[in-house]
T-cell receptor
């Protein structure tokens, strides 16, 4: 079992839908939780990160962490075709080198 | 503001040839990383450099070498390319450990 599990999709939704992207993990030492967005043929870019549990909101994006369930989510409200990309979750513990463990990514397609 | 610049963007090698992938960042970050990304495998860390003058192996270092030339530059060398090294290679840098800035990638095909 990989430390971080993420459904590869693709997830296809109509424009304007609320999107939920999720990851599960097994390492209880993880404290920092990140979401990266990767457009086709581009490098990943950091969308947002949270520390420990709770929610964090940035515009149409909300990141949620449930450490008791070892489950993190990224919600996208009012999804747009420009949100079509692969979303990678990543997480790391607070000690040591901080090198994150990445999920394999979920492909999201928002159709007009 | 270029961020992380990788060269070349595309490369085709024959089995056994060598090449060096170049990476430079202009954000004064201490740490730099090399990843490969393969379909279904996600991002896998090859090597990293936590600070100028240090390098460490990641998850898949075999067949690769790295050089941290200075604070800005971190190169990845394939001494004898193999078809299994066909991949997309990403360089990244960070100041806050986990918050990476990635380059746009090098698409390498080994035939």
């Amino acid at each position: 079992q990989k430390e971080v599990e993420q459904d590869p999709g693709p997830l296809s939704v109509p424009e304007g839908a609320i999107v939920s992207l999720n990851c599960t993990y097994s390492n209880s030492a993880f404290q920092y939780f990140m979401w990266y967005r990767q457009y086709s043929r581009k490098g990943p870019e950091l969308l947002m990160y949270t520390y420990s549990s709770g929610n964090k909101e940035d515009g149409r994006f909300t990141a949620q962490v449930d450490k008791s369930s070892k489950y993190i989510s990224l919600f996208i409200r009012d999804s747009q075709p420009s949100d079509s990309a692969t979303y990678l979750c990543a997480m790391t513990s607070s000690g040591g080198s901080y090198i994150p463990t990445f999920g394999r990514g979920t492909s999201l397609i928002v159709h007009p | 503001n270029a961020g992380v610049t990788q060269t070349p963007k595309f490369q085709v090698l024959k089995t056994g040839q060598s090449m060096t992938l170049q990476c430079a960042q202009d954000m004064n970050h201490n740490s730099m990383y090399w990843y490969r990304q393969d379909p279904g495998m996600g991002l896998r860390l090859i090597y990293y450099s936590a600070s100028e003058g240090t390098t460490d192996k990641g998850e898949v270092p075999n067949g690769y070498n790295v050089s941290r030339l200075n604070k800005r530059e971190f190169s990845l060398r394939l001494e004898s390319a193999a078809p299994s090294q066909t991949s997309v290679y990403f360089c990244a840098s960070s100041e806050a450990g986990f918050a990476y800035t990635f380059g746009s990638g090098t698409r390498l095909t080994v035939v």
